[in-house]
C-alpha cells in the first residue's frame, strides 16, 4: 500500500511530547491504540491493518492540508478492501475540514463500518463536491465534546454527502454544545434508527424545527437526556411528527407537567424515560401503548395512572406512600419501589405483586407488625422478590424490631394471633368436658 493511504488512514497524527510515536494491541489484538502518528513512523500503522477496531490519538494534522492525494490505484484499492478494521476512533485533534472530505474518500474503498469522533476540534469548511455521489459502509457515526461551527449553514456539505447519509442507521452527537438542529439537515437521513443528542443544549423550541414534517422518518430510538428541556407538553408538540419513535430518553432534563396538555405522543412508543425529571405528579397524557416507562428518581408521592401494555415499571426514589394499584397494569410483570415511603403492603396487592417476575421494595420504612413483615415475606417466598431481599428490608417500626431485618421478624400464628390458638382449644376443652359429663 502506498505510504500515502497508509497516513491518510491514520490521518497523519503527529504531536510534540506525550506517549512515543507508535501502536499499541490490546491483548486480545482486536483493539489497537496509535499515539501521535507521523509520515515517519507509518510503519507502526501497518501492524494495527489486522485490528477490528483502531483508535488514533492526538495531534495537530493542519500541516497535511495541502497533502496531494489522487486517485487510488487497484493494488491500493484492492488492500483496502482486504482490511478487518470495522471501528476508527478519532480523538483530541484539530481537524480542518477540508482534510476530513478527503479522508473520507479512503473509507468508500474498506468495510469500515463504525466511525467516531471525540474530542476533536473541527475547522474551517471543506469542500464536500467530491462525495457526490458516493456511498459509504459507514452506518454508525458519532461525536462527543466536539467542536465547530453551527450546523446551520452546512446545508451544502449534507446535500453532498447525501448518497451515504441516506442510508446511515446511527448517529450520536453528545456533548457538543448542540442548541439546533436545522429542518434540512433531518430530512437527509432518510434510514435512521438511532439519534443521541445526549449532553447538548436543545431548549423546548429547537425541537420543532429539528423534528419537522418529513425529518428523520425512519427514527425509533432518541435520546435527550441532560439538555434544557422544561415542559412535557412543549417536548411532545416536538416530537410528533415522528412516527416509528418506539424509544424515547428524557431523562435529566426539569420537566413541568402541563395538567392541560392536549398533546398526543407518536403511537409507536414503546419506551419512555422520564427519570431525574424533577416531576412531583405525573404527566398527562402518557403515550398509550407504552410498555416500558422509567419514573425513577423523581419526587412523586402518588402513581394513579392506567395503561393496559405496560410491562415494566420503575418507581424507585421517589415519595410513594402507597403501591400503585396492579389492576391499572394487567401486563405489568416487573414493578421496582426501592426508597420510597412506603411502610406496608397491602394483603390484596401482596397476591398481585406475586405474580410479578421481578418486584423490589427495598430501603422502605417498614412496620414490622405482624401483618406488614408477614406480607413482605409472603411476597419472599415466591421467588420474585428481586434484588436487596433480605438486607435491604429493615424495619422502622414498631421500637422493639427497630433495625431488624424484615426477614427475621416472628410472624408465626402462635406469635401474632395467640387468641386465634386459645379460643378453639378452649371450645375444643369444653365440648370434651360436656361430652364427659
Known amino acids: 500500500m502506498s505510504a500515502a493511504v497508509l497516513l491518510f488512514l491514520g490521518l497523519g497524527l503527529e504531536a510534540a511530547g506525550g506517549r512515543r510515536n507508535r501502536c499499541y494491541f490490546n491483548r486480545t489484538e482486536e483493539y489497537c491504540v496509535c499515539y501521535n502518528l507521523s509520515e515517519e513512523t507509518i510503519g507502526s500503522i501497518i501492524q494495527c491493518l489486522a485490528a477490528t477496531v483502531v ?68 475547522q474551517g469548511t471543506g469542500d464536500w463536491s467530491d462525495m457526490d455521489g458516493q456511498d459509504l459502509p ?44 436545522p429542518c434540512a439537515i433531518g430530512k437527509v437521513f432518510r434510514a435512521l434508527r438511532s439519534l443521541n443528542l445526549a449532553q447538548n443544549s436543545l431548549s ?66 414503546r419506551h419512555f424515560n422520564l427519570s431525574n425529571t424533577a416531576l412531583d405528579t405525573v404527566p398527562t397524557p402518557l403515550p398509550a401503548h407504552l410498555e416500558v416507562l422509567d419514573m425513577s428518581h423523581n419526587h412523586l408521592r402518588a402513581v394513579d395512572v392506567s395503561l393496559s401494555s405496560l410491562r415494566k415499571l420503575f418507581l424507585n426514589q421517589n415519595l410513594l406512600q402507597a403501591v400503585p394499584s396492579l389492576r391499572n397494569y394487567p401486563m405489568l410483570d416487573t414493578l421496582h419501589l426501592d426508597n420510597n415511603s412506603i411502610w406496608e403492603l397491602p ?12 418486584v423490589t421494595v427495598a430501603d422502605n420504612p417498614f412496620s414490622c407488625s405482624c401483618s406488614g413483615a408477614g406480607e413482605l415475606q409472603t411476597l419472599a417466598a415466591t421467588g420474585h422478590l428481586g434484588q436487596g431481599w433480605p438486607e435491604g428490608y429493615r424495619c422502622h417500626s414498631p421500637a422493639e424490631y427497630q ?35
Not at 87 to 99: A, D, R, S
Not at 207 to 224: I, R, V
Not at 347 to 358: H, I, T
Request: charged share 15%; aromatic share 8%.
Open 403 to 437: 433495625g431488624w431485618l424484615v426477614a427475621q421478624v416472628p410472624v408465626s400464628v402462635l406469635h401474632c394471633d395467640l387468641a386465634a390458638v386459645v379460643v378453639p382449644l378452649c371450645v375444643a376443652l369444653a365440648l370434651l368436658g360436656v361430652a364427659g359429663a
Open 347 to 358: 394483603g390484596d396487592e401482596v397476591k398481585l405483586l406475586g405474580r410479578l417476575q421481578d
Open 55 to 122: 483508535e488514533f490519538e492526538g495531534g495537530d494534522v493542519e500541516k497535511y492540508i495541502g497533502f496531494p492525494i489522487g486517485d487510488l490505484d487497484s493494488s491500493a484499492i484492492d488492500t483496502l478492501g482486504s482490511l478487518v478494521i470495522q471501528k476508527i476512533i478519532i480523538g483530541n485533534v484539530l481537524l480542518p475540514e477540508i482534510l476530513l472530505a478527503r479522508v473520507l474518500r479512503f473509507f468508500s474503498y474498506t468495510h469500515v463500518q463504525e466511525l467516531a469522533f471525540e474530542s476533536c476540534i473541527f
Open 204 to 269: 423546548d423550541g429547537s425541537l420543532a424545527p429539528a423534528f419537522c414534517q418529513g425529518a428523520f422518518p425512519q427514527l425509533q430510538e432518541l435520546s435527550l437526556h441532560h439538555n434544557n428541556l422544561s415542559s412535557y407538553h412543549g417536548v411532545c408538540e416536538g416530537l410528533e411528527l415522528l412516527p416509528e419513535l418506539r424509544h424515547l430518553d428524557l431523562s435529566h432534563n426539569e420537566l413541568m407537567a402541563d395538567s392541560s396538555s392536549s398533546c398526543q405522543w407518536p403511537a409507536a412508543l
Open 138 to 181: 459507514i452506518r454508525s457515526l458519532s461525536f462527543h465534546n466536539v467542536t465547530s461551527a453551527p450546523l446551520t449553514g452546512h446545508e451544502q456539505a449534507f446535500s453532498s454527502l447525501s448518497t451515504w447519509l441516506e442510508t446511515l442507521e446511527e448517529l450520536a452527537v453528545t456533548g457538543s454544545r448542540v442548541t439546533s438542529l
